[in-house]
């Protein structure tokens, strides 16, 4: 049974501790909530001497950068704002979830072939440990240098500026992460169940999609969540190898800059739009991103 002294010297230990907790997801939480103040506000608020804070008390709000967002413009602007250049922000939201997508689960599926391979499968002139560094070397250059290469090669083949190179490219740049954390989880899979369903007479690819992958689900989110992230959130390659069809949402982020200043408003908007396909995928993940951490550290 604990003393009373105790009692009294841990009191002042937890509001010690929630004060801080508090203090922290102030810290944090407070950009979400000046891109959300700063998303209804106009130039004056904006730019005024004094920063304004609280809608409704320091500030009128006003719907201008979510009208821009959808391709609507306010007032007197559509005197020297073109209704398609704000139209076209909806255009680089749909690239941005299209090449995800699609990078994310092509990098999937090759990633469950390779690391497929490299558990089940001993290759006789390169070790598997030395093709498995190989592949995440991949990882270690930087996107600046591949930039140019990956520039002039699509423009050779007349895709530059098109959906199909991004998706090529990101898959081939997150195929190595991806790669290296399906592989640690085949290797958790026991060989015996899949010995088991080949004297069944299940082939290969059944025992694969039928014993392996389902076992191995949290690893296969984790790595489809990193994927999806690192595409999301991509800007230079996206930027050397677009113009304008396949613009994606970070890269016309950019161009919200004009002669009158940076639109901080619309800035805000896109910003707040950024977040939420991410948000989405990882709150749908949630439970197997939990399972594949948990198992990761029984491992360890």
């Known amino acids: 049974m604990a003393s009373p002294y105790f009692k009294v010297q841990t009191m002042p230990r937890k509001i010690g501790i929630y004060i801080v907790l508090i203090l922290w997801f102030i810290f944090a939480i407070f950009p979400i909530y000046w891109a959300i103040t700063m998303s209804f506000k106009d130039a004056p608020a904006v730019y005024g001497k004094k920063p304004t804070y609280l809608p409704f008390v320091d ?41 995800a997508l699609g990078s994310s689960v092509l990098t999937v599926a090759f990633g469950i072939m390779a690391g497929y391979g490299l558990t089940r499968y001993e290759y006789k002139r390169w070790k598997n440990d030395d093709i498995s560094f190989f592949i995440l070397s991949q990882r270690m250059f930087p996107p600046v ?59 290969r690819w059944k025992a694969l999609y039928r014993i392996v992958i389902p076992m191995a689900v949290p690893g296969i989110a984790v790595a489809f969540l990193f994927s999806f992230i690192f595409c999301w959130n991509e800007f230079l390659i996206a930027l050397t190898l677009t113009f304008k069809t396949a613009k994606t949402l970070p890269v016309g982020m950019a161009g919200l800059t004009t002669l009158r200043g940076p639109l901080y408003w619309d800035i805000a908007a896109n910003s707040l739009v950024i977040m939420v396909p991410p948000l989405i995928v990882t709150v749908f993940a949630n439970k197997y991103i939990i399972r594949g951490l948990a198992l990761g550290a029984v491992k360890q």
């Open 145 to 203: 240098a591949l930039a140019m290469p990956f520039f002039l090669l699509f423009t050779w083949v007349r895709l530059i500026d098109r959906l199909p190179s991004l998706i090529i490219v990101y898959a081939i740049m997150n195929m190595p992460i991806v790669t290296w954390i399906v592989k640690e989880f085949f290797t958790d899979v026991p060989k015996e169940l899949e010995e088991a369903a080949l004297v069944d007479g299940c082939t």
């Open 59 to 99: 500030f009128k709000p006003t719907k201008k950068a979510w009208m821009h967002l959808v391709g609507k413009a306010v007032g007197g602007e559509a005197e020297f704002i073109q209704m398609p250049v704000l139209g076209e922000k909806l255009r680089y939201l749909r690239n941005s979830i299209v090449v």
